[in-house]
Nanobody, 119 residues
Framework: QLQALESGGGLVQPGGSLRLTCTAS????????MGWVRQAPGKERERVSC????????SDARSVQGRFTISRDNAKNTVYLQMNNLAPEDTGVYYC????????????WGQGTQVTVSS
C-alpha cells in the first residue's frame, strides 16, 4: 500500500521561497496523477496544483499561478512543489494528494507539512 511523506515546510518571511517534497513508498507514483492541496486555519481545503502521471499536464490554482511550480520525478517516486514569492495567505498545511483527474477530485495521501509565511 502506498504511503506518502511530505517535507520541506517551515516558517518563511513574505517574499521567500520553500520547496515541498512528497516521497512515496510501497507503490510507484508513476501510475498516478499527483498534486498538492492546502488548508488554512478556519478555511476550506484548496487544490493548489496537480500534475498528470506523465508530467505533461499541469493545473494550478489561480492564487498560485506564476509563483508555484509543480514537478515530479517518477524515477525517484517524488513530487515537488516549488513555492516562490510566498505571501501570508499561503500559510496552511500542505498535503500530498492523488488526483483522479488533473484537475479533478483527489485523495489525501500524506499527513501534511506546515507552511507559515510571516514576518
Amino acid at each position: 500500500q502506498l504511503q506518502a511523506l511530505e517535507s520541506g515546510g517551515g516558517l518563511v518571511q513574505p517574499g521567500g521561497s520553500l520547496r515541498l517534497t512528497c516521497t512515496a513508498s510501497g507503490d510507484s507514483l508513476a501510475h498516478y496523477n499527483m498534486g498538492w492541496v492546502r488548508q488554512a486555519p478556519g478555511k476550506e481545503r484548496e487544490r493548489v496544483s496537480c500534475i498528470n502521471s506523465n508530467g505533461n499536464i499541469i493545473s494550478d490554482a489561480r492564487s498560485v499561478q506564476g509563483r508555484f511550480t509543480i514537478s515530479r520525478d517518477n524515477a525517484k517516486n517524488t513530487v515537488y512543489l516549488q513555492m516562490n514569492n510566498l505571501a501570508p495567505e499561503d500559510t496552511g498545511v500542505y498535503y500530498c494528494a492523488r488526483f483522479y483527474g488533473c484537475p479533478g477530485g483527489y485523495d489525501l495521501w500524506g499527513q501534511g507539512t506546515q507552511v507559515t509565511v510571516s514576518s
